[in-house]
């Protein structure tokens, strides 16, 4: 079956700083979807990316997808306290989903 | 983007009860899915809710405990049955859009004593 690794599992940067939060599949993906949690909340949906090579941003995040559709990374540029939460991957075949274990950004002001 | 409400948004029951989890979509989707999460853990799919057929159940899920209507295209109901400490968790419906973007509602969590 497919699995999703997150990478790192937990984060601490300073405000201001940029950061990289990884997501590699066992498998090639069909899609992949990042979302933000906040603790005990539901899914935010960020970005989704298809293509191999594929990039999006959206304001101080983007989103990049590898030419064999196996491994994304989320960057976060100049981060602020409001970026602070989970981030999850999720990805797979289909319309179901596998999800990595997720992120945790702590930013500090 | 996708509206999707659920009630509860939280609940704190006792060991052997049930308690229904409502979901809510603000335009016709013919899947709607459920998922959990446990404290920790990562989401996982425990059904997918079609409308006028059986729901269709994940490995280790079973209609006994989670039961799932879908009455029409907007609405689906989760029940967590004869619950223990061990369903304590985040659950999440959810529905694809349009260039498939999957969108989650806000989520209802439950705690079993």
């Known amino acids: 079956s497919q699995e999703l690794e997150q990478s790192p599992q937990s984060l601490i940067v300073q405000e201001g700083k940029n950061l990289t939060i990884n997501c590699t599949s066992s498998k090639t993906l069909y899609g992949l979807y990042w979302y933000k949690q906040k603790y005990g909340e539901g899914l935010i949906f960020l970005m989704m990316?298809?293509?191999?090579?594929e990039e999006k941003s959206h304001e101080k995040i983007t989103a990049k997808l590898d030419e064999k559709k196996q491994q994304s990374s989320l960057h976060i540029t100049a981060s602020q306290p409001s970026h602070a939460g989970i981030y999850l991957c999720g990805g797979g075949g289909s319309e179901k989903l596998v999800f990595g274990k997720g992120t945790k950004l702590t930013v500090n002001p | 983007s996708a509206v999707i409400s659920q009630k509860p948004s939280r609940d704190i029951c006792q060991r052997g009860t049930s308690l229904t989890i409502q979901c809510q979509v603000d335009s016709q989707v013919t899947m709607m899915f459920w998922y959990r999460q446990q404290p920790g853990q990562s989401l996982t799919l425990i059904a997918t809710?079609?409308?006028?057929?059986?729901?269709?159940?994940e490995s280790g899920f079973v209609i006994d405990k989670f039961p799932i209507s879908r009455p029409n295209l907007t609405f689906s109901t989760l029940t967590v049955s004869n619950m223990s400490p061990e369903d304590s968790s985040i659950y999440l419906c959810s529905v694809f859009r349009e260039y498939n973007e999957q969108f989650f509602g806000p989520g209802t969590r439950l705690t079993v004593l």
């Open positions: 809710a079609n409308q006028g057929s059986e729901a269709t159940y």
């Open positions: 990316l298809q293509k191999g090579g």
